[in-house]
């Protein structure tokens, strides 16, 4: 059972830089999430997805783009990196309004 | 705007004790919540998922509660073991169909000590 899939684990980016975080789920949810979770701070929602082809945003969209074109993929594209993307992301899926899985996350920095 | 909050934010425990964690939010309109488990490092492992028609959700050595109406929601753990330290988060999700999406409090850290 895979479940929520993140890719990459650790990612360090300059200043400046463009990156997409891969997400992935095999147990046809409809929705989506991408959360980044700081220190000491709860999780904060950054984009989700209802179903294949609807996205909207979060809390704290800036800097930040997504699409899903499948119900399985729902990857998470950062552009013109800055320090303050430094966060670990969470992608979660849920089977509409029902209990919500969370991948493993990424770690990124941007330096 | 829903707000979750999580009392204490951290608890430190000898082992075999029972104790209970906290979560309130301010908007009593939720579809459900959810308990999390987070290990450092790691990501969010659901333990309990609590219906707004439901009072409780029982798993092994964990005992959720839910009262909506006054906007709280318990984790009880009996019998602490050193392997329940982690953080451990609530989250709630509107009664509102679009999105559906999960409000999260900012977690209480456990520490069983031996």
């Known amino acids: 059972n895979a479940g929520v899939t993140q890719t990459p684990k650790f990612r360090i980016l300059k200043i400046g830089q463009s990156m997409t975080l891969q997400c992935t789920q095999d147990?046809?949810?409809?929705?989506m999430y991408w959360y980044r979770q700081d220190p000491g701070m709860g999780l904060k929602l950054i984009y989700y997805s209802v179903g294949a082809g609807i996205t909207d945003k979060g809390e704290v969209p800036n800097g930040y783009n997504v699409s899903r074109s499948t119900t399985e993929d729902f990857p998470l594209r950062l552009e013109l990196a800055a320090p303050s993307q430094t966060s670990v992301y969470f992608c979660a899926s849920s089977y509409s309004g029902g209990e919500a899985f969370f991948g493993q996350g990424t770690r990124l920095t941007v330096v | 705007k829903q707000e979750v909050t999580q009392i204490p934010a951290a608890l430190s425990v000898p082992e075999g004790e029972n104790l209970v964690l906290n979560c309130s939010f301010t908007?009593?309109?939720?579809?459900?919540l959810q308990w999390f488990r987070q290990d450092p490092g790691k990501g969010l492992t659901s333990l309990l998922l609590i219906q707004s028609s439901q009072r409780e959700q029982t798993s092994g050595r964990l005992n959720a509660s839910l009262d909506k109406s006054s906007g709280r929601s318990t984790l009880y753990i009996a019998a602490s073991q050193p392997g329940d330290s982690a953080t451990y988060l609530c989250?709630?999700?509107?009664?509102?169909?679009?999105?559906?999406?999960?409000?999260f409090g900012e977690g209480t850290q456990l520490t069983v000590n031996p």
């Open positions: 908007d009593s309109a939720i579809y459900n």
């Open positions: 989250a709630v999700r509107p009664e509102e169909t679009s999105g559906s999406r999960l409000t």
């Open positions: 147990m046809n949810h409809n929705y």
